[in-house]
């Protein structure tokens, strides 16, 4: 059985799996929690009306919301070094560092394992849902690896 825990203290990712002392970044997934709170404070909606008809329009601040996503995601770094300077784990660095292809190479790399790590008990929840929803009442056991 999964054992679950509500904080997500992240997992590490290292540029050497064989030398943690030459550095790496520790990532978590982005709640549903934070997915919403960020899209409160970065997105803003208005009422407007066209021949009559309202609708919603959305004015998004995508670079304030990706700067908020990559803040939460990266919860810290090891060894990381830009332009010969050793950098702090800060929102600030963060961002500069997205803007270095290197690193986001391994920052996507290391996000898309971390969510395949995640995807045997996502694949169990959908095949009890979908075989709860079709009327089957067998018990289903969950294991992960």
């Known amino acids: 059985m999964p054992k ?21 970044i520790c990532l978590r997934e982005l709640t549903t929690d934070e997915h919403q709170r960020i899209e409160r404070m970065t997105v803003k909606h208005r009422k407007k009306f066209s021949h009559g008809t309202a609708y919603d ?13 990559w803040d939460f995601t990266i919860v810290d770094w090891k060894v990381i070094e830009l ?44 095949k009890n849902s979908v075989s709860s929803s079709s009327g089957n009442a067998e018990s289903q056991v969950v294991t992960t690896a």
Not at 16 to 21: F, I, S
Not at 59 to 69: F, G, P, S, T, V
Request: aromatic share 10%; charged share 35%; glycine share 4%.
């Open 4 to 24: 679950f825990s509500s904080e997500d203290k992240g997992t590490w990712f290292w540029f050497d799996e064989d030398n943690q002392d030459a550095g790496g």
């Open 57 to 69: 329009d959305a004015e998004i601040d995508e670079k304030l919301a990706a700067k908020m996503r």
């Open 83 to 126: 332009d010969n300077a050793i950098l702090d784990c800060t929102r600030e660095n963060k961002a500069k560092m997205m803007n270095v292809v290197n690193f986001v190479k391994f920052f996507v790399e290391s996000m898309n394992t971390l969510v395949e790590s995640n995807k045997p008990i996502e694949e169990a929840r959908l």
